[in-house]
């Protein structure tokens, strides 16, 4: 059910050379990006890389040392929290109280009456397969429920902006799965969505755009067709069965990411991909090479490898 | 509702409601007084029963006059509830056969006063058992009385001048307090003010201490990041001390009532109503209310600070040295309220809310020293409240590493 958007053009979240220092460390430096309304957002960075500083800025926990941050083309103030949902990384409800009552609480500094919020609640709790659950003290359920009640959390006042920090870290595939279904059906709404994540597989198939962030500052950033195109078509994948020494004797490779039976290379640049095939034939027995787009996870490494050299 | 307030509410109504139903509480607040009046009413209800017994006492005396006035007296004490067998016989072997019936339970209690005794002027009171020490001191006191009337007797008194001689000194304690309607205050006051500042003492540590496993609590279990995403430090802060400092004041009603529910029949129990003046109950509850915003505050940063009670607990315990150190200045203040040290602890603003409740209890300070006292504790509040939600604020965000006194200089200069 797709909703009438006024905002496709317009911008949700942008952060304009944003700066924030404890003390000595500077966590977030000069850093700047901008989310368009409805897209799904990845800000992706090594641990300590300053994601976490940037998200508590957009939603005011901390003030920007320098910068500005704008949400939905204004200069963020606290009324505009009634239109973002927040999920942590770090997960937190209170334990001793009942999940209504920990749905109800939020729910209301959300601007909501506690029993609309609690209505919503059993919506979700319905949608997400936990509604047997909603009486239920909070420390008597499994991390992965607690999760699903974070999750309902951020979205119980239907939120135009959605952060979601590692969102699927302790799901099994099957839950996993069902809130990926969830987070594309918000997208077909039309909400923003913005992901703060490791797990690059889940970035590629959910994102439009990307910022890769390093000691606080922005090292990649872009739609992700236009990131993996400006990347070059430099690597291939070997599934082989053998030596794999030949990847670092070839003179081939600048880089691998190699698991024993199955490799992801990065070739130097200017070097032929079929003289790896000949010199791979020649060392091992090939079940498939393939030359393809970088992964996200290989641009990564490699950004994150060289911004640190 | 502006939204600020609107939060801090919201955070108040949660932290009222969520502690009102937790077992601790009701335990503390309903059990516990019971409990307290149970153990101390046990012995009393045991003793008074005792003294309804009909007492079976054999009372052995070498002078007959004496017996018998020992006899009369203890009859008239007990409302005839001492049934006093004279002995006149005194010797070693009858001494021997009453004591055998003490312990065959045929006699409750055995009075002996033989011809050495008499000289000395002593007697033995023997009991199986120690259990009626109420009535006790009835028994030495219509015994010393008797032995004192036999002795004017012997000097050539008649009954009347003994009776004249013996007359009890009525001795009325008045002070010029200054209050209208107030013109003397009994011992039973001051036991019952004494009292009021042990409870002020004790509901300020523990709900200080209350607040700040809250916020560790609230810090350890992440929860606290989704809150600021929704409300300001300052009002989780506020919200949070509000609604503990209700639970804390409702407990100190409850208790008030009970005490009061309990006691007022009694009429002789120091919490009858009219021994407490209303003024005294409503300074009660103001310098408990700014006793509690000074101190929660103090405890709200310390939690946010550290990340677990085992961190905290050094700082826990510089919190409540002044706490401790006005609670062991309650009965010198009560005993000399306009002494230099008086004066000063009522001044301290950590102790004051204690020290110059104590001092307005048992006399009435000097107006400017009562204004003065108000000023710095209200000041004192504003600026402990500041810096302490500063520490909060950055406080709630940092885990890792223990902080020391240094980091939160620093962070009082955030953002």
């Given at each position: 059910m797709a909703r009438t958007c006024t905002l496709d053009s317009m911008v949700t979240v942008e952060l304009e050379r944003v700066r924030k220092s404890y003390g000595e460390f500077i966590a977030v430096d000069s850093l700047s990006f901008s989310i368009s309304a409805g897209q799904i957002f990845g800000l992706l960075g090594p641990n300590g890389a300053g994601k976490t500083s940037s998200i508590r800025m957009m939603i005011g926990i901390i003030t920007p040392d320098e910068g500005v941050v704008r949400l939905f083309g204004e200069p963020f103030k606290r009324s505009h929290l009634h239109q973002v949902g927040y999920l942590p990384e770090e997960r937190g409800l209170y334990r001793k109280i009942t999940v209504r009552e920990n749905l109800a609480l939020l729910g209301q500094l959300s601007g909501m009456t506690s029993r609309d919020a609690i209505a919503r609640a059993h919506k979700w709790a319905e949608r997400l397969d936990i509604a047997q659950w909603v009486d239920k003290r909070v420390e008597e359920m499994s991390k992965g429920m607690q999760q699903k009640i974070q999750f309902i959390a951020a979205l119980l006042h239907e939120p135009e902006l959605i952060i979601l920090d590692e969102p699927f870290s302790g799901l099994d595939p099957i839950n996993a799965n069902l809130l990926k279904d969830v987070i594309l059906e918000l997208k077909d709404q039309g909400r923003t969505i913005l992901f703060s994540t490791h797990r690059m597989d889940q970035v590629e198939k959910l994102c439009d755009a990307i910022c890769l962030v390093n000691h606080g500052r922005a090292v990649l950033q872009g739609s992700l067709r236009e990131v993996k195109a400006g990347y070059g078509s430099r690597f291939v994948q070997i599934a082989y069965e053998g030596d794999g020494k030949f990847l670092s004797r070839c003179g081939l490779v600048e880089s691998s990411n190699n698991y024993g039976n199955y490799a992801e290379v990065k070739l130097c640049a200017g070097a032929d991909a079929q003289a790896l095939l000949h010199a791979a034939m020649r060392a091992a027995k090939i079940s498939r090479f393939e030359i393809m787009e970088p992964s996200l996870e290989q641009i990564f490494i490699d950004r994150v490898e060289k911004a640190n050299a | 509702m502006p939204s600020g307030l609107r939060n801090t509410w919201i955070i108040c109504k949660h932290e009222c409601s969520k502690r009102i139903r937790t077992r601790s509480f009701l335990i503390t607040t309903f059990l516990m007084p019971g409990f307290l009046a149970f153990i101390i009413g046990i012995p009393a209800v045991l003793g008074a029963h005792a003294n309804h017994a009909n007492q079976r006492v054999v009372l052995g005396c070498a002078r007959r006059d004496l017996a018998e006035m020992i006899r009369d007296r203890l009859r008239s004490n007990t409302n005839d509830s001492y049934n006093v067998t004279i002995d006149p016989d005194v010797s070693d072997a009858e001494l021997k056969r009453v004591e055998d019936d003490l312990d065959t339970n045929r006699l409750d209690g055995i009075i002996w006063i033989d011809a050495a005794a008499l000289e000395k002027g002593t007697a033995i009171y023997e009991r199986r058992s120690a259990r009626d020490f109420i009535w006790q001191q009835l028994v030495r006191n219509s015994i010393a009385s008797s032995f004192n009337r036999m002795r004017l007797a012997q000097t050539g008194l008649t009954a009347a001048q003994i009776d004249d001689t013996m007359r009890g000194v009525e001795v009325e304690m008045r002070f010029r307090g200054g209050r209208s309607g107030e013109t003397a205050r009994d011992a039973a006051a001051i036991v019952t003010v004494l009292l009021l500042a042990t409870v002020l003492f004790i509901t300020l540590l523990s709900y200080g201490v209350m607040i700040m496993r809250s916020v560790l609590e609230e810090k350890a279990s992440r929860v606290i990041e989704v809150l600021l995403c929704s409300a300001t430090p300052d009002e989780l802060m506020a919200g949070k001390i509000l609604g503990v400092g209700a639970v804390g004041l409702l407990q100190v009603v409850v208790w008030g009532t009970m005490g009061l529910a309990f006691a007022a029949p009694r009429g002789?129990?120091?919490?009858?109503?009219?021994?407490?003046?209303l003024s005294l109950m409503i300074y009660f509850a103001i310098f408990y209310l700014l006793g509690y915003l000074l101190y929660s505050a103090m405890f709200a940063a310390v939690g946010s600070a550290f990340n677990s009670t085992d961190e905290a607990q050094h700082w826990n315990f510089v919190l409540i040295s002044p706490l401790i150190f006005a609670c062991t200045l309650i009965t010198p203040v009560a005993a000399a309220p306009n002494s230099t040290l008086a004066v000063v602890a009522s001044l301290f603003p950590f102790s004051s809310p204690i020290m110059m409740y104590m001092r307005l209890a048992v006399e009435t300070p000097p107006v400017w020293q009562i204004a003065l006292c108000f000023a710095i504790l209200v000041g004192t509040i504003y600026v402990v409240q500041r810096i302490a939600t500063q520490i909060y604020r950055v406080g709630i965000l940092m885990y890792g590493k223990r902080p020391g006194v240094r980091d939160m200089v620093k962070w009082l200069r955030y953002a």
């Amino acid at each position: 059910m797709a909703r009438t958007c006024t905002l496709d053009s317009m911008v949700t979240v942008e952060l304009e050379r944003v700066r924030k220092s404890y003390g000595e460390f500077i966590a977030v430096d000069s850093l700047s990006f901008s989310i368009s309304a409805g897209q799904i957002f990845g800000l992706l960075g090594p641990n300590g890389a300053g994601k976490t500083s940037s998200i508590r800025m957009m939603i005011g926990i901390i003030t920007p040392d320098e910068g500005v941050v704008r949400l939905f083309g204004e200069p963020f103030k606290r009324s505009h929290l009634h239109q973002v949902g927040y999920l942590p990384e770090e997960r937190g409800l209170y334990r001793k109280i009942t999940v209504r009552e920990n749905l109800a609480l939020l729910g209301q500094l959300s601007g909501m009456t506690s029993r609309d919020a609690i209505a919503r609640a059993h919506k979700w709790a319905e949608r997400l397969d936990i509604a047997q659950w909603v009486d239920k003290r909070v420390e008597e359920m499994s991390k992965g429920m607690q999760q699903k009640i974070q999750f309902i959390a951020a979205l119980l006042h239907e939120p135009e902006l959605i952060i979601l920090d590692e969102p699927f870290s302790g799901l099994d595939p099957i839950n996993a799965n069902l809130l990926k279904d969830v987070i594309l059906e918000l997208k077909d709404q039309g909400r923003t969505i913005l992901f703060s994540t490791h797990r690059m597989d889940q970035v590629e198939k959910l994102c439009d755009a990307i910022c890769l962030v390093n000691h606080g500052r922005a090292v990649l950033q872009g739609s992700l067709r236009e990131v993996k195109a400006g990347y070059g078509s430099r690597f291939v994948q070997i599934a082989y069965e053998g030596d794999g020494k030949f990847l670092s004797r070839c003179g081939l490779v600048e880089s691998s990411n190699n698991y024993g039976n199955y490799a992801e290379v990065k070739l130097c640049a200017g070097a032929d991909a079929q003289a790896l095939l000949h010199a791979a034939m020649r060392a091992a027995k090939i079940s498939r090479f393939e030359i393809m787009e970088p992964s996200l996870e290989q641009i990564f490494i490699d950004r994150v490898e060289k911004a640190n050299a | 509702m502006p939204s600020g307030l609107r939060n801090t509410w919201i955070i108040c109504k949660h932290e009222c409601s969520k502690r009102i139903r937790t077992r601790s509480f009701l335990i503390t607040t309903f059990l516990m007084p019971g409990f307290l009046a149970f153990i101390i009413g046990i012995p009393a209800v045991l003793g008074a029963h005792a003294n309804h017994a009909n007492q079976r006492v054999v009372l052995g005396c070498a002078r007959r006059d004496l017996a018998e006035m020992i006899r009369d007296r203890l009859r008239s004490n007990t409302n005839d509830s001492y049934n006093v067998t004279i002995d006149p016989d005194v010797s070693d072997a009858e001494l021997k056969r009453v004591e055998d019936d003490l312990d065959t339970n045929r006699l409750d209690g055995i009075i002996w006063i033989d011809a050495a005794a008499l000289e000395k002027g002593t007697a033995i009171y023997e009991r199986r058992s120690a259990r009626d020490f109420i009535w006790q001191q009835l028994v030495r006191n219509s015994i010393a009385s008797s032995f004192n009337r036999m002795r004017l007797a012997q000097t050539g008194l008649t009954a009347a001048q003994i009776d004249d001689t013996m007359r009890g000194v009525e001795v009325e304690m008045r002070f010029r307090g200054g209050r209208s309607g107030e013109t003397a205050r009994d011992a039973a006051a001051i036991v019952t003010v004494l009292l009021l500042a042990t409870v002020l003492f004790i509901t300020l540590l523990s709900y200080g201490v209350m607040i700040m496993r809250s916020v560790l609590e609230e810090k350890a279990s992440r929860v606290i990041e989704v809150l600021l995403c929704s409300a300001t430090p300052d009002e989780l802060m506020a919200g949070k001390i509000l609604g503990v400092g209700a639970v804390g004041l409702l407990q100190v009603v409850v208790w008030g009532t009970m005490g009061l529910a309990f006691a007022a029949p009694r009429g002789r129990m120091p919490m009858a109503g009219h021994v407490i003046p209303l003024s005294l109950m409503i300074y009660f509850a103001i310098f408990y209310l700014l006793g509690y915003l000074l101190y929660s505050a103090m405890f709200a940063a310390v939690g946010s600070a550290f990340n677990s009670t085992d961190e905290a607990q050094h700082w826990n315990f510089v919190l409540i040295s002044p706490l401790i150190f006005a609670c062991t200045l309650i009965t010198p203040v009560a005993a000399a309220p306009n002494s230099t040290l008086a004066v000063v602890a009522s001044l301290f603003p950590f102790s004051s809310p204690i020290m110059m409740y104590m001092r307005l209890a048992v006399e009435t300070p000097p107006v400017w020293q009562i204004a003065l006292c108000f000023a710095i504790l209200v000041g004192t509040i504003y600026v402990v409240q500041r810096i302490a939600t500063q520490i909060y604020r950055v406080g709630i965000l940092m885990y890792g590493k223990r902080p020391g006194v240094r980091d939160m200089v620093k962070w009082l200069r955030y953002a």
